[in-house]
């Protein structure tokens, strides 16, 4: 046998190996890795997706949170992960859009490393404080906030997430001296806002409202340059005389760069279908996210767009997170 022929047979046996390999994907349980903790807005689609792909599929797939780092330490795990779709991300703008602007040596490059798979649904934040301050309005609470340099204190998902970088841009608007104090996800942050540890928090609606409802928590504005129309009654803040603010938390899927286009395309049919069903539209409505979906492609795009929009914001806010 000649060499040409050997490596003829070579390659044919790799090309074809991949194919059988793609064909019975997933032949065992996939890991979906959170960008955020359990109970947060990025979490609970996350968890309705995972418990309905395992009919799907045939196989589960295994929520695991982590919250480090903003979420980049979850999003550098999966950017190192083995390219063969048993190893998924489900993140938000933090990690995937604002951070190569916070960070001046991210390990991974957010549009050179993952496939994009769905976009999976957003909402916008809820500028938040506590029902104890006393404050009826975004410009009652800006009055505090400049009578008080440096002393008021806002809680974040954590650094480089869209509620640190929410608020920085409403600083750098408003000229207000206000502390950031991280904190490890959603339900933490919110829940500091409630108690008075800090006095505002740009909030996932989800984490929030609880807090709303029980009276500890004010809601004064949404960080969309419009109103939400499953928050009718929240004027945004772009009304309230910043018509340059505009912020939406969306969050998605991403696989490794390189996973096969098969895994992809049939992870993207079965999500589309899933964020259609009504039960799951029922419990991210009452958890007030919108359902997203769509193409890898359009996905694509979002995120190639977000870099630009955000690049400029970022570097005009001079927020470093090393």
Not at 19 to 40: E, F, K, T, Y
Not at 142 to 155: C, D, E, F, I, V
Not at 244 to 273: C, K, M
């Amino acid at each position: 046998m000649t060499h040409s022929i050997r490596l003829i047979l070579a390659m044919a046996a790799v090309l074809f190996g991949g194919a059988a390999l793609a064909q019975d994907w997933p032949a065992r349980p996939i890991r979906l890795i959170v960008a955020a903790g359990a109970g947060s807005s990025v979490d609970i689609p996350a968890r309705a997706a995972a418990e309905r792909l395992k009919d799907r599929l045939g196989q589960p797939v295994v929520v695991e949170n982590r919250v480090a780092a903003g979420g980049t330490a979850a999003a550098d795990a999966v950017a190192k992960a083995a390219p063969d779709g048993y190893t998924l991300l489900m993140a938000f703008n933090g990690p995937l859009a604002y951070a190569p602007f916070l960070y001046t040596r991210l390990p991974y490059d957010p549009l050179r490393d993952f496939a994009p798979v769905i976009l999976m649904g957003g909402q916008p934040f809820v500028f938040a404080v506590p029902a104890s301050m006393g404050v009826s309005s975004l410009a009652d609470w800006l009055t505090q906030a400049r009578a008080n340099p440096g002393k008021l204190n806002y809680s974040s998902l954590g650094n480089g997430s869209g509620t640190h970088i929410a608020m920085e841009l409403l600083k750098s608007l408003a000229r207000v001296d206000v502390v950031h104090v991280p904190y490890a996800g959603g339900p933490a942050a919110a829940t500091a806002v409630a108690t008075g540890d800090v006095q505002a928090h740009f909030a996932p609606i989800a984490t929030i409202m609880p807090h709303v409802r029980a009276g500890r928590a004010k809601m004064l504005a949404v960080s969309s340059r419009e109103r939400f129309a499953l928050l009718p009654e929240v004027p945004s803040v772009a009304e309230q005389g910043f018509t340059e603010f505009d912020a939406y938390g969306w969050n998605g899927i991403v696989a490794p760069a390189g996973t096969p286009r098969s895994a992809i395309e049939r992870l993207n049919r079965e999500l589309n279908a899933i964020l259609g069903l009504p039960e799951v539209r029922s419990l991210l409505d009452n958890s007030h996210i919108r359902p997203a979906g769509g193409t890898p492609e359009a996905f694509a795009a979002l995120l190639a767009a977000e870099a630009k929009l955000w690049g400029p914001v970022i570097r005009a806010s001079g927020a470093k997170l090393d």
